[in-house]
């Protein structure tokens, strides 16, 4: 409930945001185009648009906020239909990216029920780790001796869609490009240009750079049958220079007109933008891509608030959620299968995982997850989501709701010990007051099966083990009863109108 006033700037990468309050206490929000780093002479005659801003009001809080967002994207921006699950081998291999092994990976992950396989960073030029390779856009011949085709052929009869990964606007200083280029980075005279990540940004503004990238992306997307691109984006840009002026405003140009150019080249590949670490998750960059990737951190206990922070602004098919292994590559936690599968459920689902040397517990948990991201993709990539208040702060509630509000699956997430003795019950939203829900347990972690019989903390409501159909008023008034849950576990509610 309450006032919002929101906004979202349409512009990719650095940018600069200033929250006032005025004498006269106001507020005062300006979003905009960085000062530090842009520098333009207009000629005579000539004109300069300034990135615009979406922008509203609303009176009832910040879910009418984000579906107004939701709303925008889906009705002026996102392609029609519904988004693949995808394999993406980063986390398996790492740059260790072998022709074999990958083909190993891509039949695992179509067993487990990937629609489309993503090969990452790794296949290309003396890319053996984050020191080397970037601007040598020709396939490594000891990784894949007979190109990538022919792993492109592999995972194309296994049925699966085939992406790969790519960071266009990146160059090692151990590469072939820097070595014949020096003069390409995007720096200042008198400065030492600064690498982030071990690498440089090659500057777009040099017609020769924009070219050469041009014509090496235009070969990787024309003369291979690539359905999908993971652009990757890792650093930001400091001190960018092109001839002696700041130039951040002129790269970020550049970099629409590359990517604009390859959208209209190519019109049936995806694009997914990764990730935030170059500021590239906003509404201008999405007019040209699918897909979002949040953060490398996907642990699935952060993955939850780092998605419930996404869902403010953009809508669940464009947010990127893959199920991990069980030891998180970014954090060595360890959750259960049911965790990582539900917490992946809600976005454009993926495994990132090795599915090789997983056992065959894991590999079950897998394809049960992916499966049941199937079965509701269509309300959960088409639907209302609502974020639903819970007093304890431990626990995290969303869901999605059919737009005929028919169906709907809502999600309870136990981050912490709670802090209270009892839960509050669940109160759904987005239902029709006046219809009667069929309620179901879809998922739920073991442990509330056991410590019956006297351990009042475990005590299920009659809900979970016994069938109920209930008014859509009764679910949004009154709620569900809750259990205690433990720690890093959660439970599944489908609700299907009768
Ligand atoms: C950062 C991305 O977020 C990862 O998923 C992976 O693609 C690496 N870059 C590869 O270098």
């Known amino acids: 409930s309450g006032d919002v006033y929101f906004g979202a700037l349409r512009r990719t990468g650095n940018f600069s945001g200033v929250v006032e309050q005025t004498p006269y206490g106001e507020t005062l929000v300006q979003l905009g185009l960085n000062a530090h780093d842009f520098c333009l002479k207009l000629q005579a005659g000539e004109t300069f648009t300034s990135p615009a801003i979406i922008c509203g009001y609303s009176n009832s809080g910040f879910e009418t906020m984000s ?4 709303n925008f994207a889906k009705d002026f921006i996102l392609r029609a239909g ?7 081998s980063w986390e398996a291999t790492e740059f260790g990216v072998t022709c074999e092994e990958q083909k190993k990976l891509a039949k695992r992950a ?3 029920g990937a ?5 990452d960073d790794g296949w290309f030029g003396e890319r053996n780790g984050i020191e080397n390779g970037l601007g040598d856009w020709y396939v490594n011949e000891e990784k894949f001796p007979n190109g990538i085709d022919e792993l492109i052929k592999e995972v194309k009869s296994l049925g699966l869609l085939f992406g790969i990964w790519v960071e266009p606007e990146m160059i090692n200083p151990d590469s072939d490009l820097y070595r014949a280029h020096p003069d390409w980075v995007l720096a200042l005279p008198g400065y030492t240009p600064l690498t982030g990540r071990h690498q440089f940004v090659l500057n777009l503004n040099i017609p020769e750079a924009f070219d050469y990238l041009l014509e090496r992306m235009s070969w990787l997307l024309g003369e291979h049958a690539v359905d999908y691109v993971k652009w990757d984006m890792n650093r930001e840009l400091v001190q960018p220079g092109h001839q002696g002026r700041a130039a951040a405003d002129a790269q970020t140009r550049q970099f629409y007109r590359l990517l604009d150019t390859l959208v209209a080249r190519f019109p049936h590949i995806e694009f997914e933008s990764c990730s935030s670490g170059g500021g590239r998750i906003d509404y201008e960059v999405l007019k040209r891509s699918h897909r979002f990737w949040a953060s490398d951190n996907n642990d699935a206990l952060e993955r939850n608030t780092i998605q419930r922070g996404m869902s403010y602004f953009f809508p669940p098919e464009v947010m990127g959620a893959h199920i991990g292994n069980r030891h998180c590559h970014a954090t060595f936690r360890q959750h259960s299968i049911a965790f ?9 689902m993926g495994l990132e995982l090795d599915p090789v040397s997983a056992d065959e517990e894991e590999r079950a948990g897998y394809r049960k997850y992916a499966a049941l991201h199937k079965q509701w993709r269509d309300v959960i990539h088409h639907g209302v989501q609502w974020r639903i208040d819970m007093p304890d702060a431990t626990t995290l509630a969303h869901g999605v709701v059919s737009p005929d509000e028919a169906q709907a699956i809502f999600l309870v997430s136990q981050l912490a010990m709670p802090d209270y003795t009892l839960m509050a019950p669940l109160r759904l939203a987005g239902l029709e007051a006046s219809a009667r829900y069929q309620v179901t347990l879809l998922d739920h972690p073991n442990i509330q099966i056991t410590g019956e019989g006297g351990h009042t903390m475990r005590k299920l ?9 209930v008014s859509g008023e009764w679910l949004q ?3 569900l009863a809750l259990p205690i849950l433990d720690p890093e576990s959660a439970i599944l509610i489908g609700l299907q109108r009768v």
């Open 110 to 112: 179509q067993e487990l």
């Open 115 to 119: 629609e489309l396989f993503v090969v």
């Open 477 to 479: 008034q009154a709620g």
């Open 340 to 348: 990582r599968g539900l917490t992946a459920l809600f976005g454009h």
């Open 82 to 88: 519904l988004r693949p699950v995808l394999y993406n």
């Open 67 to 70: 579906h107004n967002l939701h």
């Open 461 to 469: 409501p009659a809900w979970m083990t016994t069938p109920q159909t």
